[in-house]
């Protein structure tokens, strides 16, 4: 007997005319992409640089607004082929392992 596996898709539905527009979605998506990751790296070079700000704190939001920058590129390819209309969808399995591809 074969075994099936059983597979999750997660589409995007509520956007209107996808396929019409999808060049607009991806540069909407894009910049504010492109907005986060300049004031996340502008933080992180404000608390690199100056001394008074290398207390623990800071160095946790470092830490954070880091690890947000690593994860939103790596999500970034994964929207943009879908916004694109190169996949319908993207497979469960696939979207659990995009937090671990963040940490490379």
Same mark, same amino acid.
């Given at each position: 007997?074969?075994?099936?596996?059983?597979? %999750? @898709? !997660? %589409?995007? $539905?509520? /956007? #209107?005319?996808? /396929? *019409? @527009?999808?060049?607009?979605?991806?540069? #909407?998506?894009? %910049?504010?992409?492109?907005?986060? &990751?300049?004031?996340?790296?502008?933080? #992180? @070079?404000?608390?690199?640089? =100056?001394?008074?700000? =290398?207390?623990?704190?800071?160095? &946790?939001?470092?830490?954070?607004?880091?690890?947000?920058?690593?994860?939103?590129?790596? !999500?970034?390819?994964?929207?943009?082929?879908?916004?694109?209309?190169? *996949?319908? $969808?993207?497979?469960?399995?696939?979207?659990?392992? #995009?937090?671990?591809?963040?940490?490379?």
């Amino acid at each position: 007997m074969e075994e099936e596996l059983n597979v %999750t @898709y !997660i %589409t995007f $539905g509520g /956007h #209107v005319e996808l /396929h *019409k @527009y999808r060049y607009l979605y991806f540069m #909407v998506v894009f %910049t504010v992409y492109i907005l986060i &990751f300049c004031s996340n790296s502008t933080i #992180v @070079y404000l608390i690199w640089n =100056h001394q008074n700000l =290398h207390e623990p704190m800071y160095i &946790f939001i470092a830490a954070l607004l880091s690890l947000d920058s690593c994860l939103a590129s790596s !999500i970034l390819i994964l929207v943009s082929n879908i916004r694109l209309g190169r *996949k319908a $969808g993207i497979c469960h399995s696939r979207l659990a392992l #995009v937090p671990g591809l963040s940490l490379n």
